[in-house]
């Protein structure tokens, strides 16, 4: 009886609660009619819940989304299909499905008749703003009697996955040699018949070890030049996205983080039209996409792992080892310390191609925020190691930043050069 009762809507409480009102002035007032009068109030909305929490509506429903992946800001269309088998209350049923609030607003429908053993098909947009694994229903009937005193919800369809990628951006262009192998600008040594091996050199940077200086060209050129040791080529490029919470301001979809999600997306698209493969990994070497068979080399493998990416609470860099594995880097930062940019450029060797787009995540932030340590000193820092670099800010299309980096990597230390000696 309590579960019946509390099905009853403010209605049926308020008459509820005025019949034993009722009741008690009759005993008061010695009142045998209205004792009866109080009665009948109280006996209807009892009987309302009764009749409602009994009803056999007799539907079944199934939902279909068209598509079920779809990018941020996109739109799909949702398909709800109802067979009814029995006969519905006399007060109707209100339709409403689960959506939540990145969807947008709970859609409702009112059904007062249905034609028996037949599908009705209920039809709804939704256009999400915020990436993520989403879950669409449970679609929930409510069941009330016809004058409106008791109200109870029945399922009727479960939940359907809906995953919302990030949204791609069209970029242009490639790093210059990107592709070519793991040595600066994708040079590859060049073999003179049965004489010495091709020396390939390019001019001597500081911190450079001066044992590889290469004496001829030295003379030859009059600059110091210094050897570039031929590396196995590994073949790829590594992404690495830079996903600790306390490196993004912003919230919502207008985040540095969705920013930085959306541009890692976009570069590893690119590259995949252009036949290079990508390993997606987060700022301590975790593995979120590629690295292992051909997976690397699906376009929804790496959307769906950025989708379903969460901030994380890891306060630095700290991958450890080389987070490129040998091969070139693309790495997508935050706000970074200097000692966080150290640990990271510490793993990188010299000779390997080596990007980063450094987020100027004040031009993110809010008013309450706390501030962010400013690129200029992270950009310095991965200059010096031999680094391509380029800060991004909102303002600036995404396109135009990737345009930057590859501009950096053509011009981040002079060009490799190879010669016969």
Not at 301 to 307: E, G, Q, T
Request: hydrophobic content about 40%.
């Amino acid at each position: 009886m309590a579960g019946t009762l509390s099905g009853l809507t403010t209605r049926g409480r308020c008459l509820l609660a005025a019949g034993f009102a009722a009741g008690l002035c009759s005993i008061v007032l010695n009142e045998r009619d209205l004792l009866r009068v109080a009665a009948f109030v109280i006996a209807l909305p009892v009987l309302a819940a009764m009749l409602a929490s009994r009803a056999r509506i007799g539907l079944r429903a199934a939902r279909f989304l068209y598509p079920s992946r779809v990018p941020v800001g996109g739109a799909t269309e949702v398909r709800v299909e109802i067979r009814s088998n029995g006969r519905l209350p006399s007060g109707g049923l209100l339709l409403e499905d689960g959506v939540p609030y990145a969807l947008g607003s709970k859609p409702r429908f009112v059904v007062e008749r249905l034609p028996r053993n037949a599908v009705t098909p209920l039809r709804y947009p939704l256009q999400p703003v915020l990436r993520g694994i989403q879950q669409v229903g449970p679609l929930m009937a409510r069941v009330t009697d016809p004058f409106g005193l008791a109200e109870f919800d029945r399922e009727l369809a479960g939940r359907s996955k809906l995953i919302v990628v990030p949204k791609v951006t069209q970029l242009a262009g490639l790093p210059g040699g990107s592709g070519m192998g793991s040595g600066d600008d994708g040079s590859i040594r060049l073999r003179a018949g049965q004489g010495e091996d091709d020396a390939v050199v390019r001019p001597y940077r500081h911190g450079d070890d001066l044992r590889k200086v290469h004496w001829r060209s030295t003379a030859r050129r009059d600059e110091l030049m210094v050897r570039v040791e031929e590396r196995p080529w590994r073949g790829g490029t590594t992404v690495l996205l830079d996903h600790r919470a306390a490196a993004h301001r912003g919230s919502g979809p207008g985040s540095s983080l969705e920013w930085a999600v959306s541009f890692a997306a976009s570069v590893c698209l690119h590259l995949h039209h252009f036949g290079h493969q990508i390993r997606l990994v987060s700022e301590d070497g975790k593995v979120l996409a590629g690295g292992s068979g051909d997976g690397g080399h699906s376009d929804d493998v790496v959307l769906d792992a950025l989708a379903a990416l969460q901030p994380s609470h890891r306060r630095d860099l700290a991958c450890g080892t080389d987070p490129g594995g040998g091969q070139e880097v693309i790495a997508i930062l935050g706000a970074a310390a200097p000692g966080a940019i150290s640990e990271l450029v510490r793993f990188r060797p010299r000779g390997t191609r080596s990007l980063a787009v450094l987020l100027d995540v004040s031009a993110w932030a809010g008013g309450s925020e706390d501030s962010a340590p400013e690129p200029k000193e992270a950009e310095r820092l991965l200059q010096g190691a031999g680094w391509g670099v380029t800060i991004a800010k909102p303002s600036t299309p995404m396109n135009q930043v990737w345009q930057q980096l590859c501009f950096s990597a053509a011009y981040r230390g002079g060009v490799v050069r190879t010669e016969v000696v």
